[in-house]
Every structure is written in structure tokens, then in C-alpha cells.
């Protein structure tokens, strides 16, 4: 191994053994009966570096319900598609509100600040289901997410769907209430059903790092050598990550972390060092908005010893 990976798998072992040990550990998410019974006391963290070396600590192979930052592999999705229609339906401003908010969407006529807020997830989702059976929809994502990763074991956990399927009031207000200003297209129930699914794939740090390779390198994945979005469009998404990734701790993730990044419920992060790293955490307790905590503190101590920040050391 050469000097840069040995640094890397070194920082790396050490951000794990640190997490392992603190006692801050957030909350859970509560509001989804499945994602309440996983234990707080996990903790993974998997790296690529540009030449392909992967670092990894504590649970990096285990899966974990990747929730929202299936909303970065959405977006990929439908830009392809829809190319830049996709910004008719959706903005990409931060919302300066929580991630389930309703408020912004009255005085907006239902088109959601951004695809990650809740609301413009499932707004993207009701654009790739358009045309499709749910099944086919979600087979489309799964498909997509198995040839990011280079994986073919990836799934759906189905308990974790059916959970939020069962309490998802807050998400059916939503899509209910941009169904109202004529946004969503498909009836509500299905572009919910392939939401919640979408939600509930389960993912390793390692998996995941792999799947967000082509955001570091300009749209390409160097492990295979394929185009997944041309550089344009890669440095867009990341943008959009750096700007809306974290809701209303956007800001913070910036000030902090310096990279862009999505998280998601279940407690993941992908965050993406351009030209350098793609990186993959999850430790299942969050902070008030609703982000992983000690994700957080983990990428912003890889981002401070590594000098990765995209704002300078
Ligand atoms: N499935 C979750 C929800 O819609 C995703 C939210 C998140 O990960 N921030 O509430």
C-alpha cells in the first residue's frame, strides 16, 4: 500500500475507534417504528480515494436503511430523464426549514425548494414513476442504485417500508397538498409506495462509497470506467448536496465538514470530496435536524486531518 492510503487507513481507524468510544450519541429516529429499534451504538465509516483505495472502520459492511440520501440517486435518475425540465418542478434553494416541513410549500403553490426536502423527493419520485407501474419505478431505482455500487445483493427492506407506510402522515400531507396545486402527476398512494421503498433500501457504508465514486470524479466512476452523468451534471448535484443535503443544518454541515453531502434518517451520510474521496458514514443517533450525529463529527474530524475541506484547510 502507498503512502497517501496508509494516511488514509490510519485516520480512518482512528475516526472509528473515537466514535466507538463517545458518549454523544443523538437520538434515533423516533417517528418510523423500524428505524426506533436499531442500536444507537453502531458506528461505520468507508472511504475511496481517487486511486480507488478503500479505508473503512466499525460497521462499514452492515446495512443500513439509507433513507434520504436515496434522494441524491433520484435526482441522478430523473435529470436524466427530464434533463433540465426536472428545475420546472423543483427548486434548488436551501429551505432553511426541517426536512418534513409543510410551511414553505402554501406560499410557493406546492413547488418544493428543493429535491431533498421531503416534498421534492417525492415530487422527483412522481417523475419517474410517470409512465411506469410503481413496480417497474422501483425496480428502475434498485437497478440503478446495484450498478452505482457494483452490487447485486442490495435490496429493499421491506419492514422498514411497511413502517413508514403505516405512520407516514406527515409525507402523505405533503403529497396530498402538492396533488392540490396540480405538482405530483401519479395518484398519491403510488408515488408514496415507491417513495417509502426508495427510503427503505439497505446499504453498508461500503456499498454506498462506492455508489457515490461517480460523484467525485466529474460523473465518472473510476472503478469501472463509466459515465454515470457528464461533469456538468456531477458538479450540480454536488451543489445542490453542499447547499440542501442537510436541510436546515445545511449550514452548519458547510461550516463544519465542508463538503457536499446528503444524509438521511437511518443515520447515513454520503459525502462527496471532489477529485479526491467519496465517503460513506452512519451512526444511527441524530441531532435536532434530523442528521446524523456523529456522522458529523466523524466527517468533520476525516475532513480536518485530511485537509479535504473544499473551503481550504
Ligand atoms: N423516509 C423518510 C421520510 O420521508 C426520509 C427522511 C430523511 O431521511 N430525512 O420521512
Not at 454523544?24 to 458506528?43: C, M, N, Q, T, W
Not at 435518475?77 to 426549514?97: I, K, N
Not at 463509466?226 to 436546515?248: F, K, L, Q
Request: charged fraction near 20%.
Amino acid at each position: 500500500m502507498n503512502k497517501p492510503a496508509l494516511h488514509l487507513n490510519l485516520v480512518v481507524k482512528d475516526i472509528a475507534d473515537e466514535m466507538r468510544r463517545r458518549p454523544d450519541r443523538g437520538e434515533v429516529a423516533s417517528y418510523i417504528p423500524e428505524l426506533a429499534r436499531v442500536d444507537p451504538k453502531h458506528f461505520g465509516i468507508a472511504v475511496f480515494d481517487d486511486e480507488g483505495n478503500l479505508a473503512c472502520g466499525g460497521d462499514c459492511d452492515m446495512p443500513f436503511s439509507i433513507q434520504s440520501v436515496s434522494k441524491v440517486f433520484t435526482l441522478t435518475l430523473a435529470l436524466g430523464r427530464y434533463g433540465d425540465r426536472l428545475w420546472q418542478r423543483v427548486g434548488r434553494e436551501p429551505s432553511g426549514s426541517a426536512f418534513n416541513s409543510i410551511v414553505q410549500l402554501e406560499y410557493e403553490r406546492g413547488v418544493p425548494r428543493n429535491p431533498f426536502i421531503n416534498a421534492g423527493a417525492i415530487a422527483i419520485t412522481d417523475m419517474i414513476l410517470s409512465g411506469h407501474q410503481p413496480r417497474e419505478a422501483l425496480g428502475e431505482i434498485l437497478r440503478f442504485m446495484r450498478f452505482l455500487a457494483g452490487d447485486a445483493t442490495i435490496t429493499i427492506d421491506e419492514a422498514v417500508a411497511a413502517s413508514e407506510q403505516r405512520t407516514g402522515y406527515r409525507n402523505i400531507a405533503l403529497a396530498n397538498y402538492m396533488k392540490s396545486f396540480g405538482v405530483l402527476d401519479n395518484a398519491v398512494d403510488l408515488t408514496l409506495g415507491v417513495y417509502f421503498h426508495q427510503c427503505a433500501i439497505a446499504m453498508s457504508c461500503k456499498q454506498l462509497a462506492m455508489a457515490g465514486r461517480f460523484l467525485a470524479h466529474n460523473g465518472r466512476n473510476p472503478a469501472t470506467g463509466m459515465s454515470v452523468v457528464n461533469p456538468e451534471r456531477a458538479r450540480r448535484i454536488n451543489a445542490v448536496m453542499m447547499t440542501c443535503g442537510h436541510y436546515d443544518g445545511s449550514g452548519e454541515f458547510a461550516y463544519r465538514v465542508g463538503l457536499p453531502g446528503k444524509s438521511g434518517v437511518g443515520g447515513g451520510i454520503l459525502a462527496v470530496a471532489p477529485g479526491k474521496a467519496s465517503i460513506a458514514v452512519w451512526a444511527p443517533g441524530l441531532d435536532a435536524a434530523g442528521n446524523s450525529h456523529l456522522g458529523r463529527v466523524a466527517l468533520e474530524a476525516l475532513t480536518k486531518r485530511l485537509g479535504w475541506s473544499i473551503f481550504g484547510a
